[in-house]
């Protein structure tokens, strides 16, 4: 979730906000993204071709504060859907601004002839649910809820989301403590229990552990596995992004039974362009993760640059290779490692104005055997900003 604080710099930004026909550089699938020279090196780049965009399926939005089911629609940070139903799961990250933590069904009309994406309606929308069955209590309060991302898990027929935690700072010194956390629900809201968190992810009112707006921001389910990735570098691990050096996060594994099995390092891109003027807002880091297999995974890597707006790529990693640093405290220092490998697969930038890409889901298989990809934008509540659903097709993708 981009800070609504740097939404609010109008008279420093220019964002234009123009609807034009996006087109895909498919000379980008196969370019590769340079790891960051440091303390961390890439795994070897696997033979295989990957995952390929084959083409654009077509582009729609939902109208700016829709209100549905006495809610106001927005913010929607998370999405993902029922491949036996078809219906779709879409998650607010709305902290009682408007209404309750909640999230959405829907339905999104692909052609499964000829891929045409053609529109997007919501069918219900669902209070989440604490333990104690009461409502997520509103921003600013104790075990406040900041939802980012959402998984349907067939197997169990329930939901999985992602808190991104909070904590106090310098700027908000009475924010209350909140840790991040993964929990299961039903798709009627009903809380059903968590996955365990590694204690090197824990929140805390010092400068160790993930720093704030930095939490849980994707979740992905694996054939046999569940990964989460935090939104940027915790606190041991260096410093956010800038134009001159990247920054490591860390994707965490579960089997499915919630043990952890490992976590690995993710190297985030220098920032794209500097900001503007050059002591401006910015911020970096991954917004989504979608598994391809147990070891593949799709990334969604945004950064919000004052002056220059967002900019967002489409990375592909493989797991295999990469060093497992579960155990260790800090990636700023110490013994080298190994990063995740990480290839360039779309991006996103251009021709159009970037919206705030950070929601990324398989959609239905397409019967010339491609896989269709669905990427989502929260748009902050924000009238400068649009709820948009881009739909590509793809090859390379799991069966």
Not at 38 to 49: D, L, N, Q, T, V
């Amino acid at each position: 979730m981009i800070p609504i604080r740097f939404l609010e710099e109008e008279n420093r930004v220019r964002k234009t906000r123009k609807t034009t026909k996006i087109a895909v550089a498919f000379a980008a699938a196969i370019a590769f993204a340079a790891v960051d020279a440091g303390s961390s090196a890439a795994a070897p780049e696997p033979e295989s071709r990957g995952i390929r965009v084959t083409r654009f399926l077509g582009e729609q939005r939902l109208p700016h504060r829709t209100l549905f089911e006495g809610t106001t629609v927005g913010g929607l940070s998370g999405l993902d859907r029922d491949p036996r139903t078809g219906t779709w799961y879409l998650i607010s990250d709305d902290r009682w601004r408007y209404n309750p933590a909640r999230f959405y069904t829907g339905q999104l009309d692909i052609d499964p002839a000829t891929g045409a994406f053609t529109g997007v309606r919501l069918t219900g929308v669902t209070t989440l649910r604490r333990p104690d069955g009461s409502a997520y209590p509103a921003y600013g309060q104790a075990d406040a809820a900041d939802p980012e991302t959402i998984r349907y898990d067939p197997h169990r027929r329930a939901l999985l989301w992602g808190h991104e935690g909070d904590r106090p700072d310098a700027e908000r010194p009475n924010i209350p403590l909140s840790q991040l956390f993964l929990r299961w629900t039903s798709t009627g809201g009903r809380h059903l229990g968590e996955v365990p968190v590694p204690r090197n992810l824990h929140l805390t009112t010092t400068d160790k552990g993930p720093r704030r707006n930095f939490g849980f921001e994707g979740l992905a389910f694996a054939p046999h596995r569940i990964a989460a990735v935090i939104e940027g570098p915790r606190h041991e691990d260096g410093r956010p992004p800038t134009v001159e050096r990247g920054a490591p996060t860390r994707i965490t594994v579960w089997d499915r039974s919630g043990r952890v099995l490992g976590q690995y390092a993710y190297q985030i891109d220098k920032l794209p362009a500097a900001p503007i003027p050059p002591t401006g807002t910015t911020d970096s880091g991954v917004s989504e993760i979608l598994a391809v297999d147990d070891h593949r995974y799709l990334v969604l890597e945004r950064s919000w640059i004052e002056g220059v707006n967002y900019r967002v790529k489409l990375y592909e990693i493989d797991l295999r290779g990469a060093s497992n640093i579960l155990s260790r405290d800090s990636l700023s220092s110490g013994r080298p490692y190994r990063a995740v490998s990480k290839r360039l697969v779309l991006d996103l930038d251009s021709p159009a104005p970037t919206q705030n890409l950070e929601s990324l889901s398989w959609g239905p298989r397409l019967r010339t055997g491609e896989c269709t990809l669905v990427i989502g934008s929260d748009d902050n509540f924000d009238e400068r900003e649009v709820t948009q659903f881009q739909a590509y097709a793809v090859r390379g993708c799991r069966s």
